[in-house]
T-cell receptor, first 115, second 111 residues
Framework: DAGVIQSPRHEVTEMGQEVTLRCKPI?????LFWYRQTMMRGLELLIYFNNNVPIDDSGMPEDRFSAKMPNASFSTLKIQPSEPRDSAVYFC?????????????FGDGTRLSIL | SQQGEEDPQALSIQEGENATMNCSYKTSINNLQWYRQNSGRGLVHLILIRSNEREKHSGRLRVTLDTSKKSSSLLITASRAADTASYFC???????????FGSGTQLTVLP
């Protein structure tokens, strides 16, 4: 069974450019999470979806960040315009949330460098 | 702010020794989970312990939970070089249906 798939694995771009990160969750999972990991701040939850609906986006740092989940098998995280301080590893995770929280399954991340 | 804080931040041991990592948290929880992260990879779930459980085992892993002290520990017995990774605790505090991750312990197992 395929795990969570993220693309691209690496992205290097100049500041001001639009960046789009993609995620395919595990089939059958109903919750999807976007995280950002840096040395300084650790692992931060940016936004999560339940049944394709954004539930909590309080972790999204600025209006430059947006996320969508048009269907159960695809989500995007977009940064426009990008800035050097957005450089980090971005993870997508999915899980099945029922009565209780189940473990999250992580992709291998997108390492983003903004020059 | 992060709910869980791991201790120590870094741990270096010889192969075959046991490794113990601790996690403290601040608010009441439904469950606590431990994850491992190898360099350049995503987090991998290891074990989940519910708030009404005190101890749980999975292979060479042993997790304890003390809700009165708001703390948990992860013990890896007979460590191997392949156990070298960062280990994170994550708390599920209920209706938010999201996890809050600690800052992690970097474990190095020397061959």
């Amino acid at each position: 069974d395929a795990g969570v798939i993220q693309s691209p694995r690496h992205e290097v771009t100049e500041m001001g450019q639009e960046v789009t990160l993609r995620c395919k969750p595990i089939s059958g999972h109903n919750s999807l999470f976007w995280y950002r990991q840096t040395m300084m701040r650790g692992l931060e939850l940016l936004i999560y979806f339940n049944n394709n609906v954004p539930i909590d986006d309080s972790g999204m740092p600025e209006d430059r960040f947006s996320a969508k989940m048009p269907n159960a098998s695809f989500s995007t995280l977009k940064i426009q315009p990008s800035e050097p301080r957005d450089s980090a590893v971005y993870f997508c995770a999915s899980s099945f949330q029922g009565i209780s929280n189940q473990p999250q399954h992580f992709g291998d991340g997108t390492r983003l460098s903004i020059l | 702010s992060q709910q869980g804080e791991e201790d120590p931040q870094a741990l270096s041991i010889q192969e075959g020794e046991n490794a113990t990592m601790n996690c403290s948290y601040k608010t009441s929880i439904n469950n606590l989970q431990w994850y491992r992260q190898n360099s350049g990879r995503g987090l991998v779930h290891l074990i989940l312990i519910r708030s009404n459980e005190r101890e749980k085992h999975s292979g060479r892993l042993r997790v304890t939970l003390d809700t009165s002290k708001k703390s948990s520990s992860l013990l890896i017995t007979a460590s191997r070089a392949a156990d070298t990774a960062s280990y994170f605790c994550a708390t599920d505090s209920g209706s938010a249906r999201q996890l809050t991750f600690g800052s992690g312990t970097q474990l190095t197992v020397l061959p």
